[in-house]
């Protein structure tokens, strides 16, 4: 149980593109997911937290106009990188939490890259 | 907001002896620290887990201990066998369910 898919799991495409990325937690209903990104040889850092149905909390330097992220139903959640340029070329991880409970559980991760 | 150091950045042991990775978290009010084991483009995998009621915890070669008192906690690998060889992170959580990731160790199990 306890099962988060994340796709699409690899996108390459051309700088000022938009990319949406989708989180689904498959077994459970999941109130608050969170957004992570990983630069090579770099530890996971939390972007924002994802609430159902109302706006994202977005951490400290993260622009909220930049990483849209939309938390429509208790199962799904995405994160759209507008107009990407190639510094946002990076891994970008989702978690899922079962109320009530911890631990988090991590979909495979997008890598993506901006050429 | 929390603040979690992890040392070593990078640990080679001989397959077979002890690996130990230390952190220390800066907010008291932290209850729940996960530590994540990662191989290269994978999802970080949970390995084990210590809430802040709990001093030690074990699940076969692998354990945990939390010193609430001093704010760090420790993993230590026994016994370490070439598929331990991967990047571990440490974590630390608050109330509001935030995961603060340490900066990783990167563990290299020599055969």
């Known amino acids: 149980g306890a099962v988060v898919s994340q796709h699409p799991s690899w996108v390459i495409c051309k700088s000022g593109t938009s990319v949406k990325i989708e989180c689904r937690s498959l077994d459970f209903q999941a109130t608050t997911m969170f957004w992570y990104r990983q630069f090579p040889k770099q530890s996971l850092m939390l972007m924002a937290t994802s609430n159902e149905g109302s706006k994202a909390t977005y951490e400290q330097g993260v622009e909220k106009d930049k990483f849209l992220i939309n938390h429509a139903s208790l199962t799904l959640s995405t994160l759209t990188v507008t107009s990407a340029h190639p510094e946002d070329s990076s891994f970008y991880i989702c978690?899922?939490?079962?109320?009530?409970?911890?631990?988090?559980?991590f979909g495979d991760g997008t890598r993506l890259s901006i050429l | 907001g929390e603040n979690v150091e992890q040392h070593p950045s990078t640990l080679s042991v001989q397959e077979g002896d002890s690996a130990v990775i230390k952190c220390t978290y800066s907010?008291?009010?932290?209850?729940?620290f996960p530590w994540y084991k990662q191989e290269l483009g994978k999802r970080p995998q949970l390995i084990i887990d210590?809430?802040?009621?709990?001093g030690e915890k074990k699940d076969q070669r692998i354990a945990v201990t939390l010193n609430k008192t001093a704010k760090h906690f420790s993993l230590h690998i026994t016994e370490t066998q070439p598929e331990d060889s991967a990047v571990y992170f440490c974590a630390a959580v608050t109330n509001d369910y935030k995961l603060s990731f340490g900066a990783g160790t990167t563990v290299t199990v020599r055969a």
């Open positions: 978690s899922a939490r079962n109320p009530g409970n911890q631990p988090q559980h």
């Open positions: 907010d008291s009010a932290s209850n729940y």
């Open positions: 210590i809430r802040s009621n709990v």
